[in-house]
C-alpha cells in the first residue's frame, strides 16, 4: 500500500539519516507540525498517514505486520535504505514491529508513550460514537461536535476527532476508515514484539502523568529493547503537544549521540 506522506527538509544538506514520524489512533501525519518543523533544519522529516487514517488508502484489514510492510514500501519508494523512527501511541507499537521485523532498516527508534503489552479496550465507544453521528443531516463542524457531546465530553477530545472531518461534493465525511478501525481494534490493542529482540539505540519517552507505560512496563520493554533509554517528560499521553520543547531536546540529544 502507498502511504501519504509529508516531507520537510533538504535530504542532501541534511545531517544523518532520514527521520519518520508515525502518528497514533484517529491521528494523521498533520499532527506533527512542531516537531517536524523544527527537525526539519537538520534532517529531512517524513510524517505518514497510517492506513485507514488522513490521506491514506483505505484496507478492511490492519495488523502491525501489514503496516510495517506499508512502511518498508514507502522507503523503498523513496529510496531509504536506513532511517530514523519515531512513533506515538499506536504509531509506537507500529514503530517497534517495524524495528524488529525489518532491523537493518533502522539507524534509531523512538516510540513515545506506549509500551509492548496489551491494552485494554479504550476507544471502541468513540469509534461508535463518530459512526452513529447521521453526517447528512450534519451542516456544520460544530453540529457534528454538539452531536458527539453526550457520548464524548471531553472537548479536546472532541476538536482532535473533528479534525477527521471533510466536506466532499458539499457533504460532510469523516476521512478515517472507522469501520476498519473498529473491525481491527481488537487486534491493535494487542502486544507487539513478545518474541523478539532489538538491540540498536532506541528511546522510549513516557508522560508522567499518563498511565500508557508504567514502571513494570520499562522491565518488559528493557528485556526485548535491550539497548534502550527511557525519559519521562511531565505531561499526560500527549506529550510531543503538551511539552514541545523539553520532548524536542529529548530527541535531538537522543539522534546526535553516537
Known sequence: MQ????????????KGQPLILLHGLFGSGDNWGTVAKHFSQHYQVISVDLRN??????????????MADDLLELC???GLDRIHLLGHSLGGKMAMQF?????DKLEKLIVV?????????????????MMAVDLSAM????????????????????????????KSENKLAWRINLAA??????????????????????????GERSDYVRDTDITHISSHFTNAQFSTLAANHWVHAEQPQAFIEVVA????SS
Do not use: W
Open 76 to 78: 523503498d519508494t523513496l
Open 181 to 206: 478501525l473498529r473491525a481491527n481494534y481488537p487486534h491493535l490493542i494487542q502486544a507487539v514484539c513478545e518474541h523478539t529482540r532489538y538491540e540498536k539505540p532506541s528511546l522510549f519517552i513516557r
Open 139 to 166: 451542516q456544520s463542524r460544530s453540529d457534528v461536535d454538539k452531536a458527539l457531546t453526550s457520548k464524548i465530553p471531553h472537548t479536546m477530545v472532541r476538536q482532535f476527532l473533528l479534525m477527521n472531518l471533510v
Open 99 to 103: 524495528a524488529t521485523q525489518y532491523p
Open 53 to 66: 487514517h488522513g490521506r491514506s488508502p483505505h484496507s478492511d484489514s490492519q495488523t502491525y505486520t501489514e
Open 113 to 129: 508513550d506506549m509500551a509492548i503489552r496489551t491494552y485494554p479496550d479504550a476507544y471502541t465507544h468513540i469509534i461508535d460514537a
Open 253 to 256: 540529544d537522543f539522534l546526535a
Open 3 to 14: 502511504l501519504h506522506y509529508q516531507t520537510l527538509g533538504d535530504p542532501i544538506s541534511g
